[in-house]
């Protein structure tokens, strides 16, 4: 079992839906997590950051995770063409290399 | 956010020479850094780790004398790829860990092309 688990897509939705990307994880001992998009050809951005269970919103964008059940989930709301990325969930236990999902490819038609 | 910065952006060079990358910290220092490659629609794959003023650690499979990493300073890290061969054609992105005071989070550089003729 891998530890970082992520469905690669692609993900196809309409303008405006509400998007959900989630990644499973093996490791308990995870303790930060992040969401990064990456657009073709360019450098992953960080999106969203936590370290704690719960649900963390920033703009259209809400990160939630939940350590008992070692399942995180990012939300878009309002989706936009602009949106259409390849968005990495990423985890690590703290002064340690970052383990990827492999990456959801979302696609926003307008 | 913090940014990390990346040049060349995209380098094209002659099979046998060697091509050094930059990765820059431009608004914290960053005691670690870490070098990545990536294949077209496949994920990040971790190169080696970098410490700064110590020696990198580099992942199973790295050849740690192809790809020399320096990590002089708390704001650059150098990635050389030495003796370049057209399989090293890749996208190499780097990334630097905030102090963990300042959210312990990982910004990635820009990424840069190698293609290697």
């Known amino acids: 079992q891998k530890e970082v688990e992520q469905d690669p897509g692609p993900l196809s939705v309409p303008e405006g839906a509400i998007v959900s990307l989630n990644c499973t994880y093996s490791?308990?001992?995870?303790?930060?997590f992040m969401w990064y998009r990456q657009y073709s050809r360019k450098g992953p951005e960080l999106l969203m950051y936590t370290y704690s269970s719960g649900n963390k919103e920033d703009g259209r964008f809400t990160a939630q995770v939940d350590k008992s059940s070692k399942y995180i989930s990012l939300f878009i709301r309002d989706s936009q063409p602009s949106d259409s990325a390849t968005y990495l969930c990423?985890?690590?236990?703290?002064?340690?290399?970052?383990?990827f999902g492999k990456g959801t490819r979302l696609s926003v038609i307008a | 956010g913090a940014v990390v910065s990346q040049h060349p952006s995209r380098v094209i060079c002659k099979s046998g020479t060697s091509v050094k990358i930059e990765c820059r910290s431009l608004?914290?220092?960053?005691?670690?850094m870490f070098w990545y490659r990536q294949f077209p629609k496949q994920s990040l794959m971790l190169m080696a780790t970098s410490n700064e003023g110590s020696k990198a650690t580099y992942e199973q499979g790295v050849e740690k004398d192809k790809f020399l990493i320096n990590h002089a300073s708390l704001t650059l890290s150098t990635l050389t790829v030495t003796s370049a061969h057209p399989e090293d054609s890749s996208f190499y992105i780097c990334?630097?860990?905030?102090?963990?005071?300042?959210?312990?989070?990982?910004?990635f550089g820009e990424g840069s092309w190698l293609t290697v003729v």
């Open positions: 990334s630097a860990r905030v102090p963990a005071g300042a959210g312990n989070t990982i910004y």
């Open positions: 608004d914290f220092q960053a005691t670690t």
């Open positions: 990423a985890m690590s236990l703290g002064n340690t290399p970052l383990v």
């Open positions: 490791n308990s001992a995870f303790q930060y």
